[in-house]
């Protein structure tokens, strides 16, 4: 059941964004939070600090995937704890950008179930394939034959992703602005139909006046990543 935008607002809960690899997940969560003017955490770039700058694919290496995903899920904890807390006990606004297999861990699917408001980006394993040939970025899982481990991966966790998700937008191979646009345009449509009072009118004002300001900035045309 998707988290009505009054609450979103109301309580600060964070927005959780997932999805595949190569559906440009960072990229948007990035100008989401720039557009919402709260803080972006992205959970790769969370765990690559842990190890002193360390890239993903390189941790894979060295530690394999299940060391790894017990520092995913130590991040994301984090994150999800940290936007829910703030400073002082005070609660803040996030954006959180996961990895595509954040959600292969229960706890995981637990703690975003709780306490995000989590958007799930979906585009074609076409699409997809594209995008990560032109990337400098290297997948250790999909190492090998890209169309088949895409096709596994995707197999696997999409029934996970369509579970979870409060928001769902297949983004095709739409730029970064216009995925941008769509985000929040699906938030400023999240309703709340149990609230008629001021706060679901401001909470809808809010979104509508970020998608206007988004809609034109004009801002580049880049494929999202």
């Keep these: 059941m998707p988290l009505p935008l009054s609450t979103v ?10 999805g595949m690899a190569g559906v440009g997940k960072s990229a948007v969560a990035r100008r989401v939070a720039t557009a919402l003017g709260v803080e972006c955490i992205d959970i790769d770039a969370e765990v690559s600090a842990v190890r002193g ?7 894979f290496d060295e530690i394999g995937e299940d060391e790894f995903r017990a520092l995913e899920t130590a ?15 005070r609660a803040r606004r996030a954006v959180i950008a996961t990895g ?14 709780r306490q995000a408001l989590v958007v ?21 899982l999909l190492d090998g034959d890209l169309e088949a481990n895409l096709t596994r991966l995707r197999t ?19 730029t ?20 008629d009072g ?21 801002a580049g045309t880049g494929a999202p990543r």
């Design 100 to 113: 595509g297999g954040v959600v292969e861990r229960q706890r995981n699917l637990d703690a975003l179930r």
């Design 120 to 140: 799930w980006l979906r585009s074609s394993d076409d699409v997809l394939a594209d995008r990560l040939r032109s990337s400098s970025v290297r997948r250790p």
């Design 198 to 218: 001021e706060a679901a009118q401001d909470g809808e004002a809010v979104a509508t006046a970020v998608v206007d300001e988004v809609a034109g900035t004009g």
């Design 53 to 59: 700058g360390q890239s993903v694919s390189s941790i």
């Design 9 to 18: 607002i109301a309580t600060a809960a964070p927005i959780a964004f997932v």
């Design 156 to 174: 696997r966790r999409e029934p996970l992703y369509r579970a979870l998700a409060d928001i769902e937008i297949d983004v095709g191979s739409a």
């Design 176 to 195: 970064i602005p216009q995925v941008v646009e769509m985000v929040l345009s699906r938030l400023s449509a999240v309703e709340d139909p149990a609230q």
């Design 75 to 89: 991040a994301l904890l984090d994150a999800l704890d940290g936007a829910r807390n703030g400073v002082r006990g």
